[in-house]
C-alpha cells in the first residue's frame, strides 16, 4: 500500500529523486514504479529501503504532457500494482 510521496511534486523534465512511503513493502528485486495520467504511463524501476520505503527516480514527462497530475503506483513483483491513487505533480519549466 502506498500512502504518500515526497517531494509531492518536480519538474516535466524528471530526474527527481522520490520516495514513496507506504506500507508491507518487501524486497522482490523486481519493483516497478508506474508514473498514469489517464491513459499515458511511464515506469521506473524502484529501489527497496525498507518495509516502509522505496525510492526512484521520476522519468520525463514532457513528451507526453507540458504539465499533470500523475498517480504514482508500485508492483513489487513487476506485474501487479498497488491502487491508491497518491498524486504527484509535474510542473512545466519556464523560461526567462
Known sequence: M???????????????????????????GTILVR???????????GSYVSSTLINCVTPSFELVSPSSVVTV????????FTNNNISFYYYGMFSS
Open 2 to 28: 502506498v500512502t504518500k510521496t515526497s517531494p509531492h511534486s518536480g519538474p516535466v523534465t524528471g530526474n527527481t529523486q522520490l520516495q514513496i512511503v507506504g506500507t508491507s513493502f518487501v524486497n522482490t
Open 35 to 45: 508514473f498514469e495520467n489517464g491513459s499515458n504511463a511511464l515506469y521506473v524501476n
Open 73 to 80: 503506483e508500485v508492483a513489487l513483483n513487476g506485474q501487479q
